[in-house]
C-alpha cells in the first residue's frame, strides 16, 4: 500500500493480498481459511490465521488490520491503493461522459490507463481470490483502453492509438475490437499494409488456435481498408450507454 515497502513472508503477503482484494470491506475467517488452505484446511488453521493476523497487524501497524465479526478488515486511505484509485479514475471518467462531458471523462480514464503496471497480484496468483480480483481488473483495463481508443480515434490521434494498442493486440490477440482500433489508426497514418496484416495475423489465429472466422464488423472493417472507404475517415457516434464499472 502506497510507496512503503514492508517484508513479510509467503504466507502473510497471500493474507495481506485476499484482504486487498476486499480493501474496506470485512473477510469472515472462514472464507480467509479457505483461500489460505484451498481444499481441507488443517485442523489448526483458525489457530495458525489468528497468529497471522497477528503479524499482520504489528507489520503493518496500528489501525490498519481491524477485527469485526466474523472476521477481518484491511483499512486503506483514499489514494493510497493502487487499484482503488485506477478504478476510481474509470468510473469517474465514465460518468463524465455519460453526462457529456467526453474531453474530461477521457482524461480521467486515459489517467487511469497511466497506472496501469505489470500484472495484478503478480506471485499471488496461486489464490482464488486474487486470481478473480485480476481477471476483473485486467478486463477493465482493457475495456477502458478500448473506450479511450474510440475517443482518441475520434480526435485523430492515431499514432498515440497504435501504441496503446499494440500491446494489447499482441496479449490479447483474439479480442477483437482493440484489433479493429489498430487498423483503424495504422490506415489513418498511411500504413495500410501494416492495418492488413494486422487483420490477417487476428485470422490466422482465430482459425489455427480456435477454429473460427473472424466476425462480420472485422471482415467489413478489413474490405473498407482494401478499398480506401472514405468513411473510414469520418467520427464513430460514442454509444449512448456506457458500461458500469464492473
Known sequence: MGDASVPLSPKLRDLLAVLLCHSGRTVSADRLIDALWPGIPPRTAAKTLQGYVHHLRRALGPGRLMFRAPGYVLVTRPG??????FTGRIQSGRHAIAAGDT???TQLIREALDLWRGVPYDGQDHLQPTQAEAFRLTELRLSAAEEWAEAALNRRQHADVACELYGI???HPFRERPRAQLMRALHAMGRTVEALEVGREGRRRLAEELGLDPSPALLRLEH???THD?????PRPRPNRINNVA
Open 230 to 234: 472514405p468513411a473510414l475517415a469520418r
Open 224 to 226: 473498407a481498408i482494401l
Open 103 to 105: 474531453e474530461r471523462g
Open 169 to 171: 493486440v499482441t496479449e
Open 80 to 85: 493510497e491503493f493502487d487499484a482503488d484509485c
